[in-house]
Every structure is written in structure tokens, then in C-alpha cells.
């Protein structure tokens, strides 16, 4: 990666800015939620139009992706990123605040998608010295999941096959720094439904379950170790532990019980039971301590666990990441650049789906300015970010690809 390419990234970057920052602040203002993307994906498909870009569409869904191609002999690298919103009524005060009544884009996928406008803008302007092509890829409902397999089947990652993916996500640590790993970026989940039936004989009317329900639901609770920052500083001290990386962090296991507080006579006796973990091992260590709580509470109720559904882990191509850094360094200062040792352990990210196909990484990007009340906290009602973070994740991505293309085509 040159000095004159991390030159030129920089000055296209900051004259983009404004321009992204408009754009940021109308997808704010429009939110919309999963599998409901309509304006999102025109506004966005208009853009890339415009930038002379080959656009396709999912008919699908509202996902799209375009094709920035500068010779069709050389290879592809990929940029994903997400656009739909979230159930969240926004409470700040700010000129964009969501017009959408209990619809707000509450962790930050408003973001990512004019960073990925900034990328294709600042690449389409430097495409002729590109050493390869891009795909620029705008994926629906990945707070449902669901956006990045819709995506893939769709084509997304086909004719042709990227070499590599890359994707980022706003983060609550200060604007200007990217955090990185070369191994477990977010574990995946397993979920159950575990339902409590009498003991046969046990008593001659059916008991009332709805006690025990609570109960075992508290005493699965208690055995975490670790639980959601909630504030600013408790946030900021968990990131500082992520970077010192203590082995009971990289060994966590994060256990949630609930009943269905909407309508429990829906669901008598039963509650829902998730487990996140930083390996399988511990995954199936975890279903034996959900066993041996239950066991002595359940003395006069049977209980039955069945699975109901399970998320992949998203861990980073070492190698890419690896690749990358000196690149990275170069474009945004070693400083800004914060090496974590232990996976974030309550968030999850369907982009896992991709690195299935092709090897795929992604960053954290710093959106945070507590001195301007931008905590930039992941779905909370006052979650904001400091704009000049779109600048930062725009110079990252653009540097990601570039020095990408370039290790691929000249190890070719």
C-alpha cells in the first residue's frame, strides 16, 4: 500500500464528508425495520447509480449489492454492510431524530451504510489504479438474522466469487480508533425452549407452574459472570478488559432465561433459554450448569429442553486481518488502532455467514465522544455517535480493500 494511495484515500475522505454526513443523518431521520427497507435501498441504490456502478437488487428482499469493475480479469474483494433499524423510540434532541414513531436506528447501521456510499465514492475515483474490482453490498434485516442468508442465496458472493469480505460495526469506544482481532469477533448463540410438566401422581389437581417458571429462570441467571454494561464508564473499563484479554473473558459463557412475559398463558410452563459461549466446549459445558440448576428445583416437575435455533460465531480470518495491519497503521496511526485479546460476549452478527463462503473480517469502528454525550451504547434509546467516525471508517474500509487487492495480485 503506497503513501500516495493512503494520500489520496484521506484527501477523497474528508471531501466526502459533509456529503456523508447528510446521508447519515436522512437514513437516521428514515429508519426502517427489518425486512422493511423500501426507501433505505432506493436512496442507497440511487447513489450508487450515480456513481456509475452496476447495481443488482434482490427482489427478494431489499438487500443489494453493486459492482465496482475495472477489469473483469482480476480478482474481487467485497464490502458488507447493514441498513435496517430497530423497535426503539429515540429520545434525543437533534434535528435528525427519527420521524418514524418507535423505529430508530439504535446501533448505528444509518452509519455503515454512508460509509459504504463513502467507500464506492472514494474507490470509484480512484478506480483506475485499483489493482482488482469491488462489490459493494447492502444487506437487509441483520437484526433479524436473516439479511446476510437471504443474501447468499440471492447471489450476493457469486459470478464471481470475492476473494474476501470485510465489514464493520460502530462501537462504543472513542471516535477515531478501530479495534481488532484475529480470532473470535462474536460468538453465535444456541436457543431452547425448556418446558416444566407435574411429576405423574405428584398432585391431584395441575399445580401452578408460573412460580417455578420465575424461579428456574433466576437461578439460570445467576450464574453469569458477566452482564451488559449499562453506563459509559462500566462500558469503557469492559473494552479495557477486552484488550487486557484475562482467561475467564476469553473462556465466557453468557446465559439467558426467560419467560414470555407477553402472554404466559401462551407458553404455560415454559421459557426460553439462550447460551452464548467462546467455544463449543464450553457451549455443551454450559447445557450441563442449566442441568444441574434445574435438577434440584424440578424435584416434584419434569423438564424438557429442546433446541430451537442456534447462530454461527463470526471469527476473523487471521491471515486477513493479520495482512492488513501495517496498512492500517500507516492509514489511520498505531495508536488509533486497539488490539483486542477477548471477544465482545453479548452482541452476535450474521455477517458469520459470508466468512463461510470466502474469508471475511471485521472491525470495530469507534464512534464515541462522551465530551459531547456520544456514548455511542448499542441499542439504547439516546444512542448517537460522533459523525467524524464516518470519515475514519471510510479511510479503513477503502484501505482494507485496496491493500487486499494489491497482496492478492501480486501474489498471484
Same mark, same amino acid.
Given at each position: 500500500?503506497?503513501?500516495?494511495?493512503?494520500?489520496?484515500?484521506?484527501?477523497? =475522505?474528508? *471531501?466526502?464528508?459533509?456529503?456523508?454526513?447528510?446521508?447519515?443523518?436522512? &437514513? /437516521?431521520?428514515? @429508519?426502517?425495520?427489518? #425486512? !422493511?427497507?423500501?426507501?433505505?435501498?432506493?436512496?442507497?441504490?440511487?447513489?450508487?447509480?450515480?456513481?456509475?456502478?452496476?447495481?443488482?437488487?434482490?427482489?427478494?428482499?431489499?438487500?443489494?449489492?453493486?459492482?465496482?469493475?475495472?477489469?473483469?480479469?482480476?480478482?474481487?474483494?467485497?464490502?458488507?454492510?447493514?441498513?435496517?433499524?430497530?423497535?426503539?423510540?429515540?429520545?434525543?434532541?437533534?434535528?435528525?431524530?427519527?420521524?418514524?414513531?418507535?423505529?430508530?436506528?439504535?446501533?448505528?447501521?444509518?452509519?455503515?451504510?454512508?460509509?459504504?456510499?463513502?467507500?464506492?465514492?472514494?474507490?470509484?475515483?480512484?478506480?483506475?489504479?485499483?489493482?482488482?474490482?469491488?462489490?459493494?453490498?447492502?444487506?437487509?434485516?441483520?437484526?433479524?438474522?436473516?439479511?446476510?442468508?437471504?443474501?447468499?442465496? =440471492?447471489? *450476493?458472493?457469486?459470478?464471481?466469487?470475492?476473494?474476501?469480505?470485510?465489514? &464493520? /460495526?460502530?462501537? @462504543?469506544?472513542?471516535? #477515531? !480508533?478501530?479495534?481488532?482481532?484475529?480470532?473470535?469477533?462474536?460468538?453465535?448463540?444456541?436457543?431452547?425452549?425448556?418446558?416444566?410438566?407435574?411429576?405423574?401422581?405428584?398432585?391431584?389437581?395441575?399445580?401452578?407452574?408460573?412460580?417455578?417458571?420465575?424461579?428456574?429462570?433466576?437461578?439460570?441467571?445467576?450464574?453469569?459472570?458477566?452482564?451488559?454494561?449499562?453506563?459509559?464508564?462500566?462500558?469503557?473499563?469492559?473494552?479495557?478488559?477486552?484488550?487486557?484479554?484475562?482467561?475467564?473473558?476469553?473462556?465466557?459463557?453468557?446465559?439467558?432465561?426467560?419467560?414470555?412475559?407477553?402472554?404466559?398463558?401462551?407458553?404455560?410452563?415454559?421459557?426460553?433459554?439462550?447460551?452464548?459461549?467462546?467455544?463449543?466446549?464450553?457451549?455443551?459445558?454450559?447445557?450441563?450448569?442449566?442441568?444441574?440448576?434445574?435438577?434440584?428445583?424440578?424435584?416434584?416437575?419434569?423438564?424438557?429442553?429442546?433446541?430451537?435455533?442456534?447462530?454461527?460465531?463470526?471469527?476473523?480470518?487471521?491471515?486477513?486481518?493479520?495482512?492488513?495491519?501495517?496498512?492500517?497503521?500507516?492509514?489511520?496511526?498505531?495508536?488509533?488502532?486497539?488490539?483486542?485479546?477477548?471477544?465482545?460476549?453479548?452482541?452476535?452478527?450474521?455477517?458469520?455467514?459470508?466468512?463461510?463462503?470466502?474469508?471475511?473480517?471485521?472491525?470495530?469502528?469507534?464512534?464515541?465522544?462522551?465530551?459531547?454525550?456520544?456514548?455511542?451504547?448499542?441499542?439504547?434509546?439516546?444512542?448517537?455517535?460522533?459523525?467524524?467516525?464516518?470519515?475514519?471508517?471510510?479511510?479503513?474500509?477503502?484501505?482494507?480493500?485496496?491493500?487486499?487487492?494489491?497482496?492478492?495480485?501480486?501474489?498471484?
Amino acid at each position: 500500500m503506497t503513501n500516495t494511495s493512503i494520500s489520496t484515500i484521506h484527501t477523497l =475522505a474528508r *471531501a466526502y464528508f459533509d456529503r456523508l454526513v447528510h446521508l447519515r443523518r436522512d &437514513l /437516521h431521520a428514515y @429508519p426502517e425495520l427489518s #425486512g !422493511q427497507e423500501v426507501r433505505t435501498a432506493l436512496v442507497l441504490a440511487g447513489i450508487l447509480a450515480q456513481l456509475g456502478l452496476k447495481v443488482h437488487v434482490d427482489r427478494s428482499s431489499h438487500g443489494l449489492w453493486a459492482d465496482l469493475i475495472t477489469d473483469p480479469g482480476q480478482p474481487y474483494v467485497a464490502l458488507r454492510v447493514d441498513m435496517d433499524a430497530l423497535p426503539i423510540t429515540e429520545i434525543n434532541s437533534v434535528s435528525y431524530r427519527s420521524t418514524n414513531p418507535g423505529v430508530m436506528h439504535a446501533c448505528g447501521h444509518d452509519v455503515h451504510a454512508a460509509i459504504g456510499i463513502g467507500v464506492a465514492s472514494v474507490l470509484t475515483r480512484m478506480q483506475m489504479s485499483l489493482p482488482g474490482n469491488v462489490r459493494f453490498i447492502f444487506q437487509p434485516e441483520e437484526e433479524e438474522i436473516t439479511g446476510a442468508q437471504r443474501m447468499l442465496r =440471492a447471489g *450476493a458472493l457469486k459470478n464471481p466469487t470475492p476473494a474476501a469480505i470485510f465489514g &464493520l /460495526h460502530v462501537a @462504543p469506544l472513542p471516535a #477515531g !480508533q478501530i479495534g481488532w482481532t484475529d480470532n473470535l469477533f462474536l460468538a453465535g448463540f444456541a436457543h431452547y425452549l425448556v418446558t416444566l410438566t407435574p411429576q405423574a401422581g405428584a398432585h391431584s389437581t395441575p399445580p401452578n407452574l408460573d412460580p417455578l417458571v420465575q424461579h428456574c429462570c433466576r437461578a439460570i441467571q445467576r450464574l453469569n459472570q458477566w452482564t451488559l454494561p449499562e453506563s459509559w464508564p462500566e462500558m469503557a473499563a469492559f473494552w479495557s478488559l477486552m484488550q487486557a484479554g484475562p482467561p475467564a473473558l476469553k473462556r465466557f459463557i453468557i446465559y439467558d432465561a426467560t419467560p414470555n412475559l407477553e402472554d404466559p398463558s401462551a407458553f404455560y410452563g415454559q421459557f426460553g433459554l439462550g447460551i452464548k459461549a467462546a467455544t463449543p466446549n464450553l457451549q455443551k459445558a454450559a447445557l450441563g450448569r442449566v442441568r444441574a440448576v434445574l435438577n434440584p428445583l424440578c424435584q416434584h416437575a419434569r423438564y424438557r429442553i429442546e433446541p430451537m435455533g442456534s447462530m454461527i460465531d463470526m471469527r476473523n480470518h487471521p491471515e486477513l486481518v493479520r495482512t492488513n495491519l501495517t496498512a492500517l497503521e500507516k492509514a489511520l496511526g498505531a495508536e488509533q488502532l486497539i488490539h483486542l485479546n477477548a471477544a465482545f460476549p453479548f452482541n452476535c452478527e450474521d455477517f458469520a455467514y459470508y466468512t463461510k463462503v470466502v474469508p471475511g473480517a471485521m472491525f470495530w469502528l469507534g464512534a464515541a465522544n462522551p465530551q459531547e454525550g456520544k456514548y455511542a451504547l448499542l441499542h439504547t434509546p439516546d444512542f448517537d455517535v460522533d459523525e467524524r467516525c464516518i470519515e475514519t471508517g471510510t479511510i479503513a474500509m477503502a484501505t482494507l480493500i485496496i491493500n487486499t487487492l494489491s497482496t492478492i495480485t501480486c501474489g498471484s
